[in-house]
């Protein structure tokens, strides 16, 4: 029997996900239509899928730099009508994002990374870390305009 | 660079060499690595290169790609040379725009308007 929920995207979901490619594309899409069908615009799944990966891609990056290739991350997601929440929490000793300098200042505009926190921020309503820094939670609230 | 593994389509016009991703998302390091290598050869297989990077194809990238597009205009620079991006959505401006990278980069409306502005 053909499963008639098979169309619709799964509001929420827990999984581990290694480093590659289409693994995190393949979330990316899953997440981006379960917005989609709640209604969420555009702009705002451009904003939550650039958010979502960029967590992903620097917690393999940064997060897993130590580790053995196929460590996996945590991704937690849940998206509700008035806001999406996305937890991606690594295997590695974590970081202080205080630490991390300004890359718009004149004399690190040059330099070739430390922009992922920026964007997330930036495309995300509330952004935070755990004590030890190796989980990032991060809500998306549905601007007024699409309620 | 018409190679199988190839993430880039090249084309070269008036001694403007055009590149257009394959790829709708920048997104890995891997990915992002093999893009870098063959920018780099692109780069390094002309003296004084004039390169127009289309982002005609590209829905979504990553921080990494932002951080491998200022390798790439440092490595032209190197050579003498001069890097124009073009064909840029809204939403990918706007990334552009909140890392200030914008200021960083000589970017066009279209492909051809870069392709035109090289002295």
């Known amino acids: 029997m053909p499963d008639p929920q098979a169309h619709h995207a799964q509001p929420e979901g827990r999984l581990e996900i290694a480093n590659d490619r289409d693994a995190i594309m393949t979330l990316g899409d899953r997440v981006i239509r379960a917005a989609e069908e709640a209604g969420y615009s555009e702009a705002s799944r451009f904003a939550v899928r650039l958010a979502l990966e960029e967590a992903i891609v620097n917690a393999f990056k940064h997060g897993h730099k130590s580790l053995p290739e196929d460590e996996t991350v945590h991704v937690e997601f849940e998206i509700e009508p008035d806001e999406i929440r996305i937890r991606v929490t690594d295997k590695g000793p974590g970081f202080s994002p205080e630490d991390v300098p300004d890359p718009t200042t004149e004399e690190n505009l040059s330099k070739t990374s430390g922009r992922g926190l920026l964007l997330m921020r930036a495309y995300m309503t509330d952004v935070t870390h755990n004590d030890s820094g190796n989980q990032i939670r991060m809500t998306y609230a549905r601007p007024e305009s699409q309620s | ?119």
């Open chain 2, 1 to 119: 660079m018409a190679s199988e593994d190839s993430r880039l389509r090249v084309s070269v016009e008036d001694g403007v060499t055009r590149v257009d991703f394959i790829d709708r998302n920048i997104l890995d390091e891997a990915n992002i690595k093999a893009i870098g290598e063959e920018l780099n050869q692109i780069i390094e297989s002309a003296s004084q290169p004039k390169l127009v990077i289309s982002f005609a194809n590209v829905d979504h990238l990553s921080s990494a790609a932002l951080g491998q597009l200022i390798s790439v205009n440092s490595k032209v620079r190197e050579h003498d040379g001069q890097l124009r991006l073009a064909d840029i959505s809204p939403q990918i401006y706007e990334v552009f725009a909140i890392t200030k990278l914008n200021k960083l980069f000589e970017i066009h409306e279209t492909a051809s308007d870069a392709a035109g502005s090289f002295g």
